[in-house]
Antibody
């Protein structure tokens, strides 16, 4: 079945880090890139970065440079996103999406809540 | 960074009416690099249109995309109740950015 299934996230404290996992299935993993998109409560979509599953090349959005790390595991067709130095502004629903320029397949979203 | 400005913020129409959603880019995207998404409440976004005018798999033909350069339009020819959602445009000409969204409501 062609899908992206996310896990991780949850409630974390300011200053901590969070990791979100995106397990893919049903398509050739290394022929795609993957983007991460977040959505703060009641807000629009913010693209935060992209990784190539072919060669691991990354491109991060300007807003999160230095705090964001993306990685892939080709043996399990999984994409990872880790965000450090969390503040309340990072509270959002985080989505992974298959990236062909257009984002044609999305995970279900993972809520990250930053709260002391 | 390429900015995308969507208008109007909200559109409220009766079933069967047509809706026109606009997306303006701060620089030219040519044609291939603009996509549209539909996000219903509590759901992940869904790709509607890519390359400005190509419908994604399973998207009904009442959704029509047009435009090139800096001005793009998503038209819903005849609004159905299930079209209630927020619609976002997105560019991938230079990195990726989203517009702020247009909310479509039923009167």
């Amino acid at each position: 079945q062609v899908q992206l299934v996310q896990s991780g996230g949850g409630v974390t404290k300011p200053g901590a880090s969070v990791r979100v996992t995106c397990r893919t299935s049903g398509f050739p993993f290394t022929t795609y890139g993957f983007s991460w998109v977040r959505q703060a409560p009641g807000q629009g979509l913010e693209w935060i970065g992209r990784i190539s599953a072919y060669n691991g090349d990354t491109k991060y959005g300007q807003n999160l440079q230095g705090r964001l790390t993306m990685a892939t595991d080709t043996s399990t067709s999984t994409v990872y996103m880790e965000l450090s130095g969390l503040t309340s502004d990072d509270t959002a629903l985080y989505f992974c999406a298959r990236d062909r320029g257009q984002l044609d397949l999305w995970g279900q979203g993972t809520l990250v809540t930053v709260s002391s | 960074e390429i900015l995308l400005t969507q208008s109007p913020g909200t559109v409220s129409l009766s079933p069967g009416e047509g809706a026109t959603l606009s997306c303006r880019a701060s620089q030219s995207l040519e044609k291939r690099y603009l996509s549209w998404y539909q996000q219903k409440v509590g759901q992940a976004p869904r790709l509607l249109m890519y390359g400005a005018s190509t419908r994604a798999t399973g998207i009904p033909d009442r959704f029509v995309g047009s435009g090139s350069g800096t001005d793009f339009t998503l038209t819903i020819i005849t609004l159905e109740p299930e079209d209630v959602a927020v619609y976002f445009c997105q560019q991938h000409y230079d990195s990726r950015t989203f517009g702020q969204g247009t909310k479509v409501e039923i009167k």
